[in-house]
């Protein structure tokens, strides 16, 4: 039986960044992925830099603004923020190699795990034909959490053969009773991203999704384009609690790294896997998905949640009028899970009173959207 100070489970963004941070810290480390590594799902991951982190070099895109369009249009001045994307291609390219020539870890690709058993203060991880035994787990997999909303996003990677200047759009809303929205990058390469996402009980499929795509970029952008290759995902919007389970850490979008809200999950998983890092060394930190600020963001998630579920209409309304009627600043420290009391006072105040003291209401009652 082969020995670990630590098992981690899943190779995504997770998984990943916590071993990267792990490379140096003398703990034997077993990092062990389902599936294999020419199986890989590439993504992008978008988010405002609200803060240094170990990736920085692989940000490939950075906008000081965004557009966001419902009924009118409104500009997002990201220039103290900048929003920044980072390829999990180049994300993979970057840590894995190095993952690879650690003396301390082992990275497992195609690990069929059987079962998991605690034995005393160890746990028994059955892989394929092999036996481990392993003093603690972070466990990234996030197949069976349950929502009641989704985000499902769907997105074409184009190049356009007729140049033009595009805009990047953060929400552009349809008209459809759906809260329904298409998301426009231009990236550095020259090409362009262009994403449909739901915000919905219903888990849309790929095929599902294509006829809007196509269509918006003919009315939108260009008739004249070709497609480079195209990115699917869903994502569970619920406020996940992080645990631990007689030391099975769950990390990552099963350990309450992703803002329920927006889906937003990147910085998170960053903050929480330096936390996780820092901890094992010994070094005090506070856990940043504990914090008073994180639980009052939580609750008023879970809120707009219920209003999105029950009212989409009126939601696309309710998600405009955030970015319109707040100081940008504001806006994305709320979004990036570090904002002031002052920011969330401000943003509480020019929220529709009645509807959300309805469902605010109704949470106290429901713990289900």
Excluded at 273 to 298: M, S
Aim: hydrophobic share 35%.
């Amino acid at each position: 039986m082969e020995k670990y100070d630590i098992a981690i489970i899943g190779a995504g963004c997770a998984g990943l960044s916590l071993a990267y941070k792990l490379i140096d810290s003398g703990l034997r480390i077993c990092v062990l992925e389902k599936f294999s590594r020419s199986e890989r799902i590439r993504k992008t991951w978008s988010y405002w830099k609200s803060e240094p982190h170990p990736f920085d070099k692989l940000e490939s895109n950075s906008y000081s603004s965004l557009e966001i369009k419902y009924k009118d249009t409104t500009l997002l001045d990201c220039s103290n923020y900048n929003y920044v994307s980072i390829d999990s291609k180049d994300f993979d390219d970057y840590v894995i190699p190095q993952l690879d020539e650690s003396a301390n870890i082992e990275l497992v690709f195609g690990a069929d795990i059987k079962k998991i058993n605690k034995v005393h203060t160890q746990y028994n991880i059955e892989v394929g034909n092999k036996n481990l035994s392993v003093e603690n787990i972070f466990d990234s997999r996030h197949d069976n959490i349950e929502a009641s909303l989704y985000q499902v996003f769907h997105g074409y990677f184009i190049r356009l053969n007729d140049k033009k200047t595009i805009t990047p759009k953060l929400m552009d809303f349809t008209d459809s009773k759906d809260f329904h929205f298409f998301y426009v990058l231009p990236k550095n390469d020259g090409s362009i991203l262009v994403e449909s996402t739901y915000f919905s009980p219903k888990i849309y499929k790929k095929n599902e999704m294509t006829n809007a795509i196509e269509a918006y970029i003919k009315d939108n952008i260009s008739s004249d384009y070709e497609v480079i290759r195209t990115e699917y995902g869903v994502i569970p919007m619920t406020s996940v609690d992080p645990k631990m389970y007689d030391h099975i850490n769950k990390i990552g979008i099963s350990g309450g790294a992703t803002r329920s809200s927006t889906g937003y999950t990147f910085m998170n998983i960053q903050r929480q896997t330096d936390y996780i890092a820092n901890h094992l060394k010994k070094i005090p930190t506070v856990n940043p998905l504990k914090t008073l600020t994180w639980k009052i963001l939580r609750k008023m998630d879970h809120v707009l949640l219920k209003i999105i579920f029950n009212k989409p209409t009126i939601s696309k309304d309710i998600m405009f009028n955030l970015f319109k009627k707040n100081n940008s600043n504001a806006v994305i420290r709320f979004l990036s899970d570090k904002p002031s009391i002052r920011d969330i006072l401000k943003i509480i105040l020019n929220m529709p009173k009645l509807i959300f003291i309805n469902y605010a209401i109704r949470s106290i009652f429901s713990k289900k959207i």
